[in-house]
Each structure stands twice: as structure tokens, then as C-alpha cells.
């Protein structure tokens, strides 16, 4: 199973973004879905997830500002990311959790680079 990422960039003050996920690959189904975040010199954190039934959790800091959904029939996870804050600046990493003929497993996207312009 393979996850591409996009839709990262640079974003002016108080604008906005949507990354995409796509998951590939022998997938026979597709459980949670999430986004992730490292900034520089700072551990992974949880950003947002998403489960089959479309129950969402979100990281305090992110709440109210970022949106996480899904489309199933594509297999791909979306971040909307609203009034972005310079501490949001990341790479943002996408993970689901799969199963394939190989049985259940979970990977991750390669990440994409957000900037927040001071």
C-alpha cells in the first residue's frame, strides 16, 4: 500500500490550504485515516483523524480551524486548513490503517511541507 501527499506550500497570513492523501495499492479496505505533523526539533504530533463511520477527533490546537474528511471511493483523506498560524508551519504526514491480502497494516504518506509566511 502506497500513500502519495500533496497540497502543501507556502500560505500568507491567515490563509489556507487542503492537503490530499491517496492511498494505492492491494487495498481490500480501508479503517482510520490521519494526519500528522513534525516541525523541526519537535516530536510527531496528531493533528486529525478520521474513522470508517466518519467520526473525527482533532488535536486542541488545530480545533475549529482544520477539517478532516474522507472519500472512500477514492481512498483519499483530505486536511482543510484554515487561518493557518505560524506554529502550524510542518511537514504534514498522512496514515491509514489498511487491510490488504496481506492483512492489517498502516502506513505512511512521504509528508508535505506547509509554511506559514511571517
Known amino acids: 500500500v502506497q500513500l502519495q501527499a500533496s497540497g502543501g506550500g507556502l500560505v500568507q497570513p491567515g490563509g489556507s490550504l487542503k492537503l490530499s492523501c491517496a492511498a494505492s495499492?492491494?487495498?481490500?479496505?480501508?479503517?482510520?485515516m490521519g494526519w500528522y505533523r513534525q516541525a523541526p526539533g519537535k516530536q510527531r504530533e496528531l493533528v486529525a483523524t478520521?474513522?470508517?463511520?466518519?467520526?473525527?477527533n482533532y488535536a486542541d490546537s488545530v480545533k475549529g480551524r482544520f477539517t478532516i474528511s474522507r472519500d472512500n471511493a477514492k481512498n483519499t483523506v483530505y486536511l482543510q486548513m484554515n487561518s493557518l498560524k505560524p506554529e502550524d508551519t510542518a511537514v504534514y504526514l498522512c496514515?491509514?490503517?489498511?487491510?490488504?491480502?496481506?492483512?492489517?497494516?498502516?502506513?505512511w504518506g512521504q509528508g508535505t511541507q506547509v509554511h506559514r509566511l511571517q
Open positions: 495499492g492491494s487495498i481490500l479496505r480501508i479503517n482510520g
Open positions: 496514515n491509514v490503517d489498511h487491510w490488504s491480502p496481506r492483512g492489517w497494516g498502516s502506513s
Open positions: 478520521i474513522t470508517s463511520d466518519g467520526s473525527t
